[in-house]
């Protein structure tokens, strides 16, 4: 495939992302705040870009990947940016997890120059990254996000690459996403803590609910974890707790009660303070200091 892709944010999901498309034909122009990431993508056939100014000369399909909504506006709109010259017909697609009001302010900044921001934040962690398996969860133009199907498809399973709605559509479904993932996690370690404090083998004990209804993706890969100490970042707790902040602002501003996210929350930031770069699935060890367990 001709087409340039840009893509600005090489961390540790939209390193593999980038790597993918790649993988799939496509012509990478890349740009990262460091370095590194952006010489092995070169090395695999991408194209370096000096700012994401420079991308969008470069390109008229842009994937954002980064932390936070700042980090996407400053990308977009600060100095050297994306929006200074963005050609008409652009499509930028920001697989960030951000706050859904932010993205309806982009969008609208964006169809101000003649271009169209998607957000498609993604779900799957940095497994789903490498293994182009990601779920992906769309909001915004329909007929734009038709036009860039191909280029999800290259980072995500074509099952669960889905248009929810108009924008911000897609970040509020993150939202939800983020609120079940970490309600879950919070019983798993409980779960686990328990049978630890009653002297039951606690891996038979995820093995046994694995068979029934139970069984879930956190009880799978995070309770492996969980049981392993294994606690290596995929996702890390600081943007774990970055994604509840915007969870509770979003159920606040829809005037939404979450009473079990609310004590998540409180969970998570606590985690982040003491573990904030280490796996989210460490929330157990939260769970554990408060249960008395090593």
Do not use: W
Request: aromatic share 4%; proline share 5%.
């Amino acid at each position: 495939m001709s087409d340039n892709v840009g893509f600005i944010g090489l961390g540790v999901m939209g390193k593999p992302m980038a790597l993918n498309l790649l993988k799939r034909g496509f012509h990478v122009v890349a740009h990262s705040r460091s370095a590194p990431p952006v010489d092995e993508v070169v090395r695999a056939g991408a194209t370096r870009a000096v700012s994401p100014a420079d991308v969008a000369r470069q390109a008229t399909r842009i994937i954002t990947m980064v932390p936070d909504s700042d980090d996407v506006a400053l990308v977009l709109e600060g100095a050297n940016g994306v929006f200074e010259t963005i050609r008409p017909g652009t499509i930028v697609i920001d697989m960030s997890t951000i706050s859904p009001i932010v993205t309806r302010r982009l969008a609208d900044a964006a169809r101000a120059r003649g271009a169209t921001l998607l957000d498609a934040p993604v779900s799957g962690g940095e497994i789903g990254a490498i293994n182009a398996s990601l779920s992906i969860m769309a909001g915004g133009d329909e007929a734009a996000f038709n036009e860039v199907t191909p280029i999800l498809r290259a980072m995500g399973n074509p099952e669960r690459i889905i248009r929810i709605g108009e924008s911000g559509a897609g970040q509020v479904c993150k939202v939800c996403n983020q609120m079940v993932i970490g309600g879950t996690l919070a019983v798993v370690s409980e779960a686990i803590a328990l049978a630890r404090k009653a002297r039951v083998d606690p891996a038979k004990v995820r093995e046994a609910l694995l068979g029934g209804f139970a069984a879930s993706r956190v009880l799978d890969v995070h309770g492996e974890r969980i049981l392993t100490g294994n606690y290596k970042p995929g996702f890390r707790a600081a943007l774990y707790a970055k994604d509840f902040r915007i969870a509770a602002e979003t159920l606040a501003g829809n005037n939404a009660p979450a009473p079990v996210s609310s004590v998540v929350k409180q969970l998570v930031d606590r985690l982040a303070s003491e573990r904030g770069n280490d796996d989210y699935s460490a929330l157990a060890t939260v769970i554990f200091e408060m249960a008395n367990l090593d």
